[in-house]
């Protein structure tokens, strides 16, 4: 296991210059392409490999495996090609840069894989009813486990490399060889099964193969159609942006983080800050672009703040709101309160806030809850009129 991470390291250290900079998009793009020439060269390597032995024991599962590895090259191919234009600068039409195409590469690979897989299915559910025998020979079995070592070399590789600058693609073609390493296993499993019982299970391992392919095919797509749809804002990112935002003199507390992913290495952000309503706002506007200019730096985030001022000063008004968030806490730990106002009117007094409540509550939950708080805050005073504005969370749920 030494040995697999100083050759992962050797290779790194070759064909990538100043491989510790990883906020450096030209180094992130570097081990992209490492990634997807290791690949070609491998599965090619493989695909060679494979084929032969299957046509020499007439095994469809290391046939179906072959070309499985073939479209892996194929895959890797596609990667570059997709690693290489997301790598291109932003322009007056896409201003946030062409990181995205990444993810657009990714899941051409995952219909590429699927559209094999369910060949394969169709292959061996065809051996499965006129099954032919498999030729057994201990020398081409060794072959194929010598296979088996260079997928699993290649899934730490992708995976290492994939940990390191943070790319769900590389990490799905981890993934992806680590399937490969369990659907050689079992072809080698029915070749042997199949030389020393002479039973045929060929064409029931190569639907294996072939299932095996289509869920990481699926997989795969999965995971690059979330950054494409829009993700919920990962929980840990939210702590250290809200967590840095509000270690600023003047901030009292942050409330709606929505996160834009433009590619891997790109993020757009905005937030809502709350600060004390008597605050100058020529100083506010000055700390708000300090802060923004600091995330810039130091997160590589984008950052966009909205300032929402809040009353600190007000014994009154501040009482109400603590208990307002008293009530609902107790209702419902998961929701919060911000942007709190107090109306007085003549007979009633308005209570004003916005209720951040989670993305599973139906609708019925949701009112029921809206009842529940503006029962309990009548208990406190009948005169409180509860206007409720409903949110839903963009963090995450754990």
Same mark, same amino acid.
């Given at each position: 296991?030494?040995?697999?991470?100083?050759?992962?390291?050797?290779?790194?250290?070759?064909?990538?210059?100043?491989?510790?900079?990883?906020?450096?998009?030209?180094?992130?793009?570097?081990?992209?392409?490492?990634?997807?020439?290791?690949?070609?060269?491998?599965?090619?390597?493989?695909? /060679?490999?494979?084929?032969?032995? #299957?046509?020499?024991?007439? !095994?469809?599962?290391?046939? +179906?495996? =072959?070309?499985?590895? %073939? $479209?892996?090259?194929?895959?890797?191919?596609?990667?570059?090609?997709?690693?290489?234009?997301?790598?291109?600068?932003?322009?007056?039409?896409?201003?946030?840069?062409?990181?995205?195409?990444?993810?657009?590469?990714?899941?051409?690979?995952?219909?590429?894989?699927?559209?094999?897989?369910?060949?394969?299915?169709?292959?061996?559910?065809?051996?499965?009813?006129?099954?032919?025998?498999?030729?057994?020979?201990?020398?081409?079995?060794?072959?194929?486990?010598?296979?088996?070592?260079?997928?699993?070399?290649?899934? /730490?590789?992708?995976?290492?490399? #994939?940990?390191?600058?943070? !790319?769900?693609?590389?990490? +799905?073609? =981890?993934?992806?060889? %680590? $399937?490969?390493?369990?659907?050689?296993?079992?072809?080698?499993?029915?070749?042997?099964?199949?030389?020393?019982?002479?039973?045929?299970?060929?064409?029931?391992?190569?639907?294996?193969?072939?299932?095996?392919?289509?869920?990481?095919?699926?997989?795969?797509?999965?995971?690059?159609?979330?950054?494409?749809?829009?993700?919920?804002?990962?929980?840990?990112?939210?702590?250290?942006?809200?967590?840095?935002?509000?270690?600023?003199?003047?901030?009292?507390?942050?409330?709606?983080?929505?996160?834009?992913?433009?590619?891997?290495?790109?993020?757009?952000?905005?937030?809502?800050?709350?600060?004390?309503?008597?605050?100058?706002?020529?100083?506010?506007?000055?700390?708000?672009?300090?802060?923004?200019?600091?995330?810039?730096?130091?997160?590589?985030?984008?950052?966009?703040?909205?300032?929402?001022?809040?009353?600190?000063?007000?014994?009154?008004?501040?009482?109400?709101?603590?208990?307002?968030?008293?009530?609902?806490?107790?209702?419902?730990?998961?929701?919060?309160?911000?942007?709190?106002?107090?109306?007085?009117?003549?007979?009633?007094?308005?209570?004003?806030?916005?209720?951040?409540?989670?993305?599973?509550?139906?609708?019925?939950?949701?009112?029921?809850?809206?009842?529940?708080?503006?029962?309990?805050?009548?208990?406190?005073?009948?005169?409180?009129?509860?206007?409720?504005?409903?949110?839903?969370?963009?963090?995450?749920?754990?």
């Amino acid at each position: 296991m030494k040995g697999v991470f100083c050759l992962t390291e050797l290779l790194v250290r070759i064909f990538i210059k100043d491989n510790d900079n990883i906020k450096d998009q030209a180094v992130r793009t570097s081990y992209g392409i490492l990634s997807s020439i290791v690949g070609v060269i491998c599965n090619i390597i493989l695909f /060679i490999i494979k084929l032969v032995i #299957g046509i020499l024991i007439n !095994s469809v599962s290391v046939m +179906a495996d =072959a070309f499985n590895n %073939l $479209s892996d090259a194929a895959s890797s191919i596609i990667g570059y090609i997709g690693v290489k234009l997301a790598a291109r600068p932003a322009d007056k039409e896409h201003p946030f840069g062409h990181g995205r195409l990444e993810y657009v590469a990714a899941l051409a690979v995952s219909f590429i894989i699927i559209q094999v897989g369910l060949s394969l299915f169709k292959n061996s559910f065809a051996k499965i009813i006129n099954p032919e025998a498999v030729k057994f020979n201990p020398i081409l079995i060794g072959i194929l486990f010598l296979s088996i070592l260079i997928k699993l070399w290649l899934m /730490i590789f992708n995976r290492k490399l #994939g940990k390191r600058v943070k !790319s769900s693609v590389m990490l +799905a073609t =981890a993934a992806d060889s %680590l $399937s490969d390493v369990l659907v050689t296993s079992g072809t080698v499993i029915s070749a042997i099964i199949a030389g020393l019982t002479g039973w045929e299970i060929d064409g029931y391992m190569g639907l294996v193969v072939s299932i095996f392919v289509m869920i990481a095919g699926v997989g795969i797509a999965k995971d690059t159609l979330e950054p494409l749809l829009g993700q919920a804002v990962d929980r840990g990112l939210y702590k250290k942006i809200s967590s840095m935002v509000e270690s600023y003199p003047g901030i009292v507390g942050t409330h709606e983080l929505i996160i834009h992913n433009y590619g891997p290495s790109c993020h757009m952000a905005t937030i809502h800050v709350d600060v004390p309503n008597d605050l100058e706002f020529e100083e506010a506007h000055e700390m708000i672009d300090r802060i923004e200019q600091d995330v810039l730096e130091k997160m590589g985030i984008f950052l966009v703040i909205h300032m929402d001022p809040v009353e600190m000063n007000d014994m009154k008004v501040i009482e109400k709101r603590n208990l307002v968030t008293d009530v609902i806490k107790k209702l419902d730990e998961r929701s919060s309160v911000h942007d709190f106002r107090v109306v007085k009117g003549e007979y009633q007094i308005n209570l004003i806030f916005d209720l951040v409540i989670p993305f599973s509550y139906t609708h019925e939950e949701e009112q029921k809850l809206l009842s529940k708080i503006v029962e309990e805050m009548r208990k406190h005073d009948s005169r409180f009129n509860c206007v409720i504005r409903l949110e839903n969370s963009y963090v995450a749920e754990e």
